[in-house]
């Protein structure tokens, strides 16, 4: 049976802290990808390198196969069913979307139809609010087992619980992903600040912070960050791990922070005065991955596409390592690996999810080859091969492998150093080519909150999981 460990007095504290918190309150919301994308636009180790033809043995995650609950390397394989109820209007979704603190969700936009045809603009506004209510309305069911009902409340008590609460690190997608978490934050009827003046990290670019509390300590660190950097590595280590010309100019425009480890390590640090009340680790979610792609990473040297590939790999891999080395020096921390989610290369003729990961794996093969497919000109054709799509499920196992090795070297407590854990949404994502952002224009981002909501609720019940947090088997 799995031993419950519950957050104590939670109700009581979140309680007392809301009249505290909502002193402090910001109204700040993302309604457009223009908001949550375009805003920003303006190599050592001394850990052995293992090559690609070196793999580690992966793990087997799944410890408890008769539970209930459906456990780790189960919860992300299954499929999509049609929600029931089924919300039958913007307005009955919208209700259930209710946060009271700012505009629920209203639309997913849209640009031509199903055979690429312009949508007149008078006839948008219709279609756009009908196409999230659609969206909307599937929900995501494990092949075996069950998992846990969303309590956002129980969430938030749990990150003030913690010296960083949760550090969010990735690209444009990680921060799609922080615009649905924090609009679940506000639908707890939670208020907070956004970039208070008084927090350490206000003004460095990209990087953006919530803060509530629990102690009047406490109360001085956010429990939400993101830290939104694309490649998450400086120009002189690409440089390295690429074996790049070193007369190749640098142009990269991404957003990146410099030494964004030391400040996840300051952030999960704990207070000596807090080591009664705030005694949870630190939650760290990692993505970097849609970027890692000869398109972003121009500088690595031309040659065959195959080797080409092989060195992006080989960089990848590389990339992993250093990561990983990095964030073995915060002090108490739970770190997840998000992997990184496809695209699908003309997902505008698609208005349904697949029915299952089988046909998705089959009708999405080859999405570098379908990708190029749908350019207009020579020109095109060359830029969509260099995104590399086909490639982001390589590097996943990539990453998966050395977790599974960074954890096979580690034997000591939970946390002490910190235990990597492989959060799994490639597949859940993979069978949605109808949620993306805006389909004939973006078939690579996401229409928030469709397909992101699932990946909050797999974490939270991931970690559930690896703390021993899930309830007792009926």
Known sequence: MVTVRPFLSRRSLLWALLPVIALVTTML???SFEDIYFSHDDASSDEPFYPPDHPADVEVAVTRPTSQWCQVGECSTGRWVPRTPEFQSLGELQAAYMNYMEDPWSHCPVYQDVNGHLIPDDEKPALEAQRLVD????????DRGRMLDLDFEDFVVRLLRSPGGMVMIGDSITRQHHVAITYMVRQANLTFAYNPDHLEYTNIE?????KAGVPASRLQRPF????????SLSEAELRAITQADPNQAWRHAQARVDDWDKIVKHLA????EEENTVTEDTVVLFNSGAHWSRGVLYIIPQSTMAEEHARLSDAYRKMARIHIERL????RATLFFRSTTPGHP??????????DGAQAETLEAGASVRLMQTAKNNEDRKTFARWDWDQFAPHNDIFREEIARENARQSAPRGRPPRWHYLDVYDIALQRPDAHWEPGKDCLHWCTPVV???WTRQLLHQLALVEGRLPEDE
């Open 29 to 31: 919301h993302f309604r």
């Open 224 to 231: 939400l960050t993101l830290i939104q950097n694309h490649l």
């Open 346 to 355: 003309s997902c505008q003729r698609l208005t349904t999810p697949y029915r």
């Open 269 to 272: 640090t704990p207070i000596p």
């Open 452 to 454: 992101v909501d699932e």
């Open 328 to 331: 073995r020096a915060v002090p």
């Open 206 to 210: 990209h990087v953006h912070q919530f």
């Open 135 to 142: 969206l909307l309305n599937w929900e995501w069911v494990p």
